[in-house]
Structure formats: structure tokens, C-alpha cells
């Protein structure tokens, strides 16, 4: 009886709270933790009047992100900014084309164990369209910009 009052009242405490979470706590930590974890990189934006918007973050205020463009500092209201984006680098590139390898590689093992004594064309054409396959599955996984919500939305 006692785990079923606990457990009513642990779900009743979790639904509650997420209504009464201020949107602009939210927003400030996740404005901090970007600060924290990407000056110095690469980001990109959609600004004011639907206007993309690419430069190296210098730094992060309470109502403006301070981006270098061409070697300058421009300051953009981050009001009504609700993602930014940090495009892929030449590390990512790397990863999905060491996973091709690693396909290819797998591929052409698997066809070496399965058969006593595979046809070279056949060693060929497998561990092509295993290095092609695992390419693509790397690209996919690895080579994506990565999207941080700076919104304060708890919830969509």
C-alpha cells in the first residue's frame, strides 16, 4: 500500500514540476553550458529576418552571442534565436571514413571464412559494396551538424 501512495505521489511531483519550470532558468543554463563547452568554435544560425548567420562564437551574454566575422565582432540578439548549429569538421570526416574501412575490412573477412576459396572478383565486389554500405552508414551517424536548442522549452 505504501509503494502504491509513493508512486502516485513521485508521479504526481514530476508532472507538477514541469508546468512550474521558468523558461528563462532554462534558457540562462543552457545559454552558460553553451558558453562553456563552444567559444572558439564554428557556428552557425538563423537570424533575425530568416538570415543565416556564420562566424567563430567569441562569447556569450545574458542578451547576445558576440561572433568574429571575417575578424571582427558582431553582436547578434540571441532573443529569438531557438537553435544553433556547429558544422561537422575534418575529425568527423575521419570517423565515418574510418567506418567505411572498418566495413570494408569486415566484408571481405566474412567472405574469406565463408568460402574455402572465394574468386578474386568476388573478394572485389564484397568488400566494395561493404566499404560503400559501411561509407554511407558512417556518413549518416558521424558526418551531421550538431543541433543545440538554446529555446528554454522543456517540452515540445
Known sequence: MNRVIFSILLGCSVLAAQPGTNINAVRAIRLQNFKQNY??????????GS???????????????IISHNNSPVAYSHTEIDYIFIDPGFTD?????GVGLLGGTASYMAVIISKE????S???V?????T????????KAFYKPIKIDISGKTRK
Not at 55 to 61: H, I, R, S
Not at 93 to 97: D, G, H, R, S
Not at 126 to 130: D, E, H, R
Not at 132 to 139: D, E, K, Q, S
Request: proline share 6%; net charge neutral; charged share 10%.
Open 126 to 130: 564484397v568488400s566494395s559494396a561493404g
Open 39 to 48: 567559444v572558439g568554435s564554428t557556428i552557425r544560425f538563423i537570424g533575425p
Open 93 to 97: 570526416l575521419l570517423m565515418a571514413f
Open 132 to 139: 560503400v554500405l559501411a561509407g554511407l552508414a558512417g556518413l
Open 122 to 124: 568476388v573478394k572485389g
Open 51 to 65: 538570415i543565416s548567420v556564420m562566424g567563430v562564437l567569441e562569447d556569450v551574454t545574458d542578451q547576445s552571442l
Open 117 to 120: 576459396k572465394p574468386h578474386p
